[in-house]
């Protein structure tokens, strides 16, 4: 039984295109930020207590990312369907030896969720103090779902085994890190240069950063020679030395001890296009690098 709604076993022309890009970095996005509102409010850099304190931009940032990217994502991911008035099948029929299905039920959970987060976020100390301390008991849970919405777009493309570059275990967590990463970087345009906040979500950044390399080695180094050689080859190989390497990751961490207004917003920005131009370097490099086999 194929893994997948769909099936992507015979490949002669390229089935996914700029619309499953964008969705894949959109979910990325939402879990990345999502992680790092919560992370920002445990550590106290959120402005968000019983005290009616005013919302942190970065925070602010944060929970509203999170479920506007997902929902934004999802509606692409309808429309590439073909028949989005057929979309609700998807819902009804599950499948769960099929990675797509796994991940929906995820979405179905985690979106309503991601909304009462910065609902209740926003509303803040108007709040009933028993609703606003349950904050404390959704955010466990909000994390494990956005570790699962990080990762299971990886996952969902490692299971068509047909495409080298995908069909890798690696894959989820290259995901994962660069969605973390991607989410730091949003936060971090609006956290404020030079406030606590900017600083702690810079430095969630760099790690995630350094994952991402260590992963996309690993990734290669499962290709072999000529698997690199193939998906290297063509425009793909100068947009994933220009964009990936070069402005994704290579710029940000040579800014990485500079802190100044338009520093922060160059790397910020950098990481951004870097880990989008990452999303649609896998998967139209793979499709490319399947055909060409």
Not at 175 to 203: E, H, N, Q
Not at 244 to 269: E, W
Request: with cysteine; aromatic share 10%; hydrophobic share 60%.
């Amino acid at each position: 039984m194929n893994s997948m709604s769909g099936s992507l076993a015979q490949y002669t022309q390229i089935y996914w295109g700029g619309e499953i890009a964008l969705y894949l970095f959109l979910a990325g996005l939402s879990a990345g930020a999502m992680i790092v509102a919560v992370l920002l409010r445990r550590a106290g850099l959120a402005g968000l207590d019983l005290k009616g304190s005013v919302l942190a931009p970065g925070f602010k940032a944060a929970v509203l990312t999170a479920p506007l990217a997902i929902v934004l994502g999802l509606g692409l991911l309808v429309l590439d369907l073909g028949k989005p008035l057929s979309f609700y099948w998807i819902l009804l029929r599950y499948n769960w030896d099929s990675v797509m299905s796994i991940g929906v039920a995820l979405l179905l959970v985690y979106t309503p969720l991601a909304f009462a987060y910065a609902f209740i976020a926003f509303l803040g100390s108007s709040l009933a103090k028993p609703l606003l301390r349950a904050i404390n008991l959704i955010e466990p849970l909000l994390i494990l779902l956005a570790l699962g919405v990080g990762a299971y777009t990886g996952f969902l493309l490692s299971a068509v085994a047909k495409i080298a570059l995908w069909h890798n275990w690696v894959l989820p967590l290259l995901f994962l890190a660069s969605a973390i990463s991607a989410g730091a970087a949003c936060v971090g345009l609006f956290a404020g240069a030079g406030s606590r906040a900017s600083a702690l979500v810079l430095r969630i950044d760099v790690v995630a950063i350094v994952f991402e390399i260590v992963f996309l080695g690993a990734l290669f180094a499962g290709l072999g020679k000529d698997g690199v050689a193939a998906v290297l080859s063509g425009g793909w190989g100068v947009v994933f030395f220009a964009l990936v390497l070069g402005v994704g990751l290579a710029l940000p961490l040579l800014l990485s001890k500079a802190h100044s207004k338009l520093a922060v917003m160059i790397k910020c920005s950098a990481v951004l296009v870097g880990v989008l131009a990452l999303r649609y370097f896998i998967v139209y490099a793979g499709q490319i690098s399947a055909i060409s086999i």
